[in-house]
């Protein structure tokens, strides 16, 4: 706020020139609505209005050019037809929107709208769906946000009528005015509309499925480490993320995820955990437990790096294989074939009508211990970005070059130069899902299968990234945990009680 002292010089000043005596005393607060307002903000405590609703209700800040906030202030609110409202309230008569702004001393706001809708003139609702059509039963799955809009022959607006009574119709019988985070009490197919005066919406289907209880898994790992030693504590803070993200029995959602179905309803546990291998395949005890370190200068060639891997693998029915190598960063998996039963993207046949190399199962992850995109393919999972497909119905996909969203955002007062969202202590990727039916909805890169390209925890503690048990590629969907399960039942080449 303005010095006092300052206030008071500029009173005299004026006194000398136009002769207090001639003129009426002046307040602090008249002084500052006469002198200092520089802007002034119009709000108002709703923009839908109904019919036997309270008048809706205006009010305004002003700041000074120093953006110092005025309190002691009066201002005119101007409609769009050049009107001035009696006082700070206002009901509408008819249907319609009527737009107003906030002057004082000439300075105007910008302009707010509101919009008047009578009940009784609605003669077409549409419903609108942003979330996921696939669901869960046991123990949280929710819905995302159902919104209304109707328009009106008597005006060319399009009015957002979601926050009225309009009830939301389920093919069960029950219905509801809960416009999101409602749930499906149990499995099955439903259809929800609105309908209101004898007045129906378009509808929209969901597939609610029943939450199936797995046996947990435990899967023994080595790292093939080929020219170099990876620290003992990087190994193990991988096989802390993966049974994090693999056998994740803390899945909540948070208020975030409430708010924003988006971000996923169908996380769920996988029930698979991993440890690291304490013994090769003669039972000799290896001095770091899950680190194999081969030695070799025979590699000048991605060619000849995969045949070091070959001589260098272990049984594929006891062990997950993972080769690391700080020289080529070869990144590829072993996708699983299926005896007996069948799944989209995977080939079914017997043991004996593949190639010599079918026991070679391997995961190649360069120079990274940890690769969640990578172990997810292992089992069966296929990527979800560059809108191809993966099998899963309730995984998002999209389009990587084109769907990204650039912008920074500050967190804790600092700006972080990036192209994402600062999230609990993570970076997100923003992408538009290109299977949503055409709303392109946005949503946060956190699947195991969206694109792995800086699949790190920011350590903002150090100033870098550091391999941490608390990875941001961490859910797993319902569809995506029944096809790995199914790999695990009915595919040869994995340390799967199957093979074992």
């Not at 009527?98 to 609702?125: C, L, P, Q, W």
């Not at 209304?148 to 979601?162: H, M, Q, R």
């Not at 017997?350 to 211990?369: H, T, W």
Request: with cysteine.
């Amino acid at each position: 706020m303005k010095n006092l002292f300052f206030i008071l010089s500029v009173v005299l000043t004026i006194c000398w020139l136009t002769s207090c005596e001639e003129q009426e005393e002046l307040t602090l607060a008249e002084f500052y609505d006469s002198y200092f307002i520089g802007d002034v903000y119009l709000s108002v405590d709703r923009e839908i209005f109904f019919d036997g609703d309270a008048p809706v209700k205006f009010s305004a800040t002003a700041f000074d050019d120093f953006e110092n906030e005025i309190k002691n202030f009066d201002y005119d609110i101007i409609t769009n037809k050049g009107d001035t409202l009696d006082g700070k309230t206002f009901k509408p008569e008819s249907t319609s929107r009527t737009t107003f702004r906030a002057v004082v001393n000439g300075i105007s706001s910008e302009s707010i709208k509101v919009d008047y809708v009578n009940t009784s003139e609605i003669e077409f609702i549409d419903l609108a769906y942003e979330g996921s059509n696939f669901l869960t039963t046991n123990p949280w799955s929710v819905t995302g946000d159902f919104i209304l809009t109707t328009v009106v022959d008597a005006t060319v607006f399009t009015y957002d009528i979601t926050k009225s009574s309009i009830p939301l119709v389920i093919s069960d019988g029950t219905s509801t005015i809960q416009r999101t985070g409602f749930k499906f009490a149990e499995a099955g197919s439903y259809t929800v509309h609105a309908e209101f005066n004898g007045v129906k919406s378009n509808s929209f289907e969901f597939t609610v499925r029943e939450e199936n209880e797995y046996e947990e898994l435990e899967f023994p790992i080595v790292y093939h480490c080929i020219n170099f030693s990876p620290l003992v504590r990087e190994v193990d803070r991988a096989i802390a993320s993966y049974n994090r993200i693999f056998n994740n029995t803390n899945v909540t959602l948070d208020k975030n995820d409430l708010t924003d179905q988006w971000e996923n309803p169908n996380w769920i546990n996988a029930g698979m955990k991993f440890k690291l291998a304490e013994a090769d395949e003669e039972g000799n005890k290896l001095a770091n437990p899950g680190i194999h370190i081969i030695n070799t200068n025979r590699i000048d060639s991605e060619e000849q790096l995969f045949e070091v891997m070959q001589n260098n693998f272990w049984n594929s029915n006891k062990y997950i294989n993972i080769f690391l190598s700080d020289e080529y960063e070869f990144i590829s998996v072993s996708q699983p074939f299926l005896r007996g039963a069948k799944l989209d993207g995977l080939v079914t046949r017997g043991i004996d009508d593949g190639g010599g190399n079918d026991a070679l199962q391997y995961i190649s992850n360069g120079s990274e211990p940890f690769n969640s995109n990578t172990m997810g393919q292992f089992w069966g999972l296929y990527n979800t970005y560059e809108c191809k497909g993966d099998y899963c119905d309730d995984t998002f996909s999209y389009n990587v070059s084109e769907k990204y969203k650039a912008f920074c955002v500050t967190a804790g007062g600092v700006l972080f130069d990036c192209r994402g969202q600062i999230n609990d202590g993570g970076l997100y990727y923003q992408a538009r899902d290109c299977s949503s039916g055409g709303r392109e909805q946005e949503f946060s890169l956190k699947n195991i299968m969206d694109d792995g390209i800086d699949d790190k925890e920011a350590d903002t503690t150090e100033g870098g990234t550091e391999l941490t048990a608390k990875r941001m590629r961490e859910f797993i969907t319902y569809d995506q945990r029944e096809r790995m399960r199914t790999v695990i039942e009915n595919s040869p080449f994995r340390p799967t009680p199957l093979n074992n």
